[in-house]
């Protein structure tokens, strides 16, 4: 049986968003915050609510636009937020958690983001610092 | 307006979980995947289709059983495929594509895991070699 179809909730919402971003958690999900303060860095997944449409989503190839000098690539080799499902995965600094609240450096998502996820970034999973990229993904901002 | 809710299209399949893993892509996303091979490592994000019910999706603090010693911490503070939104990310080895299946190395999600995402591996966005994180995360496997 092929599974086509999966439904998200989402747990919280970008309060704020600048070089230090504000990401707030619903309360009902808070206590999935435990000992996050023990890490350095956290991955955060959001939706690109602006993209979740049917043209975006049907989106297979772009000239990633903010990276001058870019050939036509697919979606999977691009970190366009015009794809099939429009999640965004960035990797930020935690600066400090009140309450519900994660305060985080380098988020590149717009306010009023949906949040999907936080996981805490693991360097011996997550960080390969020589992997190979074409040139044109140095032009421009990280992603 | 607080959005809460998204809707996930799955674009493949994991056909062959082991050391070295087959993802299918279904083929209407498939040209998705051009100039992909430009990049050493992807990221591959993909749904723990096992763990998509109420049960799973209500737990936010687990003790991490994979890592001798860990204490209970939240979900968002681990890797546990039980969690509101059950998506895994997994950054593995490109090792080559064939048509519209990639075979990479290093997938840690389960054979028959529909498949959410690829995103190409950047590594001055998403490698932080030297991130802080707790001891337990480093007995066992990587997440």
Known sequence: MVIKEGKLRFIG????ADELSKVRIHSEFCSGLKSLNDFSHVIILYWFHLRDNKKERSTLQVVPRRHPGAPQVGVFSSR??????????CVTELVKI???TLTVKGLDALESSPIIDIK????????VPDARAP????????T
Chains 1, 2 share one sequence.
């Not at 805490?120 to 960080?127: G, K, L, Q």
């Not at 040139?135 to 990280?142: A, E, K, N, Q, S």
């Open 80 to 89: 366009s937020p015009s794809r099939p499902n429009p999640i965004g995965i």
């Open 120 to 127: 805490p970034y693991i360097p011996r999973a997550d960080s």
């Open 98 to 100: 009140e309450e519900c």
């Open 13 to 16: 919402v970008v309060e704020h």
């Open 135 to 142: 040139g044109w993904v140095l032009c421009g901002p990280p």
